[in-house]
């Protein structure tokens, strides 16, 4: 049965992203498929490709690689599977205890609002994967919530540092798991501060073997720098606010969740552990997208499983509805509400559904995603240029063209943001690995050679050998 619930929900997740199906990489999902493409045993993220983000998404994109080689809609579907597995889970979570219609309308909302271009849906990037591996992280602790087993609450904390190896603000939410598993705690004869050292210790287990697995593999510093190093760098200075700015429907789904969230717990004198396990939930996922400061859409795909779970509720449980008038009313406020803040994510769908692939790139991303297009058509021209052993080098942020060429790259970095957040460290790698064997491939988005290494990566060096839009490709003189 749960195995037919996971097919349903998955299938509704990849029917929603329908209009995204060839829309064209963008650098994040880019970046993780170049990556990804090049993994192996000798060669890893972090020491051999620089990135920032946390180790799980490249293996997730090797095994992508593994199955569809540069296949953009091989990735496309991929970004339905965690959102039809947390789907599922939600709903086979839920309906014991709400009933299965609420437990499906749960599910439901969360598969419509999740797959919307206000939080990039049918991209693939680390939030979500994440809407999985959170709700992964918290949903069990529910499900045996009476359960006996006394290392329940350290097994729980292992899914919680997937959820952080995932991305590490995955473990804001998982805190949510600590209410059921508190709440539980006298079925295993646990007392609270035992309770939290067990789910603690599981929650560092994962991210401790990870990080000794680079150790491991003389990759222990990459790692740290990574993950800890540069994401410090990326966040300093940047200014925080309490709401995400000009993202108003995010606003709206968030404050109408919660709010529906406190009505229950006061309407149930504070004694419901449902009500607060998804506050809480919702309050981690909303303080994981604001930590940045920036606030990219994709940052707030992890908030749609607890608000959508909230807004589906009953306003209090229902033994605290004695009257069946008071709980007709009820029902017909939170559909209103929910299906107010649900309109404008679904119209954003349908509205997609008239665009080609490139408009809804555009439309999603702006100016920026013009490049984008042209991946496969600059692939062809480095193929047709390409000698055995030539390496390539992309100037500027678009690791696309790595990932639909496949060709080896002349250096670590597959975009050069580091040369804003970490200029000194960059241009000191940089330029040794260009200068001491220049490319002998070079893409120019833009038809601009870059501001580093201009010793050596220079118009006087390089000559045109193809353009596709924007995009120039350049060879190696003699």
Known sequence: MFGGLVLGCVGVAALLRWPYLEQPLDRDSALYAAIGQRMGMDALPYRDFFDHKQPLVYAVY?????????????????????????????????????????????????????????????????????????????????????????????????????????????????????????????????????????????????????????????????????NIGYNRLYVAGVERTLLPADRDEIVLLTLAALALGVVRIAGSRGRDVLGWTFVVWLLGAAAGAQLSGRGFPHYYAPLIVPAAVLLALPLAPERFLRRRSASVAAIAAATVLATVVAVPFARTIVDDLRESPSGVAFKIYGPDSAVWNHAFAVADILEQHASPGDRMYVVGAEPEFYWASGLPAATRYLFDYPAIVMPERFRSEITPALCGRPPELLVLPGDSFPGYAEECISPARYRVIGRSGPVAVYTLNG
Not at 134 to 139: K, P, R
Not at 145 to 155: D, G, M, S
Not at 168 to 178: E, N, T
């Open 62 to 226: 090797w095994l992508i690689d593994l199955v569809a080689p540069q296949k953009v809609g091989a990735i496309r579907l991929a970004a339905a599977v965690p959102a039809g597995l947390a789907a599922a889970l939600v709903a086979w979570t839920l309906a014991p205890r709400i009933g299965r219609p609420r437990a499906t309308i749960a599910a439901g909302l969360g598969l419509v609002l999740g797959a919307a271009s206000l939080v990039q849906g049918g991209d693939l990037n680390t939030e979500h994967l994440l809407v999985f591996t959170a709700s992964l992280s918290i949903l069990p602790a529910l499900l045996f919530q009476e359960a006996r087993w006394r290392w329940l609450p350290f097994a729980v904390g292992c899914l919680v540092g997937l959820a952080a190896l995932t991305k590490v603000v995955g473990a804001f939410s998982g805190v949510a798991a600590l209410v059921p598993l508190l709440a539980g705690r006298r079925a295993r004869q646990q007392s609270a501060v035992r309770t939290i050292a067990l789910w603690v210790a599981g929650a560092a287990a994962l991210p401790v073997i990870t990080l000794l697995v680079f150790v491991a593999a003389g990759a222990g510093e990459d790692f740290l720098f990574g």
